[in-house]
């Protein structure tokens, strides 16, 4: 069953046509990728499904429910959560704030509760520190809970921003380049944190991403975005041979030149 649902999803700006009658089925508990070359439409597509943007045509539904129209944080509440090809942490907060941060569709206290202190927010506030602790430890941040995140290594910031998007619970979580100027050590730490996501915690994967290492490695379906249309779709040994994606996306070589080696192609 598709827990994640694009009908005909077409996205305008002014006269450029950045998303043209885009299908997508994501199947529950699947790890699938979003591939394309610059301009190709991928990270527009994101923002259409969490709401940053709304569509100018088509529908997306989460569990069969409507997803057209919500705002953003309504999307998050409804169980998508993402990250971004940009790292957009809160650099002057502590990585334990910036999951606190993650949780707040969820909490119920309110701002009579956070200034009365009564004994709810207080165990609420409790749970919630200590459920953020054991994010931190899951995505291998365990005891920097109170560095600032502009302090930490680059890795440590792309995990904190998967431990924050975590933290609402997420049904589906986008992944927009998750392992975008990372060496290879970190790659793989990314690509096991990937499936670990999945089969520890039962989440659903969609992903955006250049690396054909990892896109090969850990995706169940590839799509292929060109000009904002999908071009392509299949397995990923269906997707390397395939010669519309060999033209549009990597030239004339072989897709197949690049699967052993964590060589990237450039970003969208």
Do not use: W
């Not at 045509?57 to 997803?67: D, P, R």
């Amino acid at each position: 069953m598709a827990i994640l649902l694009a009908k005909k999803v077409t996205k305008r700006f002014g006269g450029l046509i950045a998303l043209r009658d885009v299908e997508l089925e994501v199947k529950e508990h699947g790890i699938q990728s979003i591939i394309g070359p610059n301009g190709a439409g991928k990270t527009t597509f994101f923002n259409c499904i969490t709401g940053f943007y709304s569509t100018d045509g088509g529908e997306i539904y989460l569990e069969g429910k409507l997803l057209n129209g919500l705002s953003p944080d309504r999307v998050t509440k409804r169980g998508i959560s993402r990250t971004y090809q940009n790292i957009r942490l809160f650099r002057n907060m502590t990585a334990l704030e910036n999951i606190l941060v993650g949780m707040h569709p969820h909490l119920k206290s309110g701002l009579l509760g956070g200034i009365l202190r009564d004994p709810r927010t207080r165990r609420e506030e409790s749970d919630a520190i200590e459920e953020a602790i054991r994010l931190l430890r899951y995505v291998s941040l365990a005891g920097q809970g109170d560095m600032m995140a502009k302090n930490l290594p680059y890795g440590a910031q792309r995990k904190l921003e998967i431990a924050r998007a975590l933290a609402s619970k997420p049904k589906v979580l986008l992944l927009d380049e998750p392992t975008a100027g990372m060496n290879p050590s970190e790659t793989q730490e990314t690509m096991n944190l990937i499936r670990r996501l999945r089969d520890e915690l039962g989440i659903t994967i969609l992903l955006i991403e250049h690396q054909m290492r990892v896109v090969m490695g850990i995706s169940e379906l590839i799509t292929v975005l060109d000009y904002g249309a999908k071009i392509a779709e299949g397995l990923p040994s269906e997707i390397q041979g395939n010669p519309t994606v060999i033209e549009a996306y990597l030239g004339r070589g072989s897709v197949r030149d690049h699967a052993p080696t964590p060589s990237a192609v450039p970003a969208s």
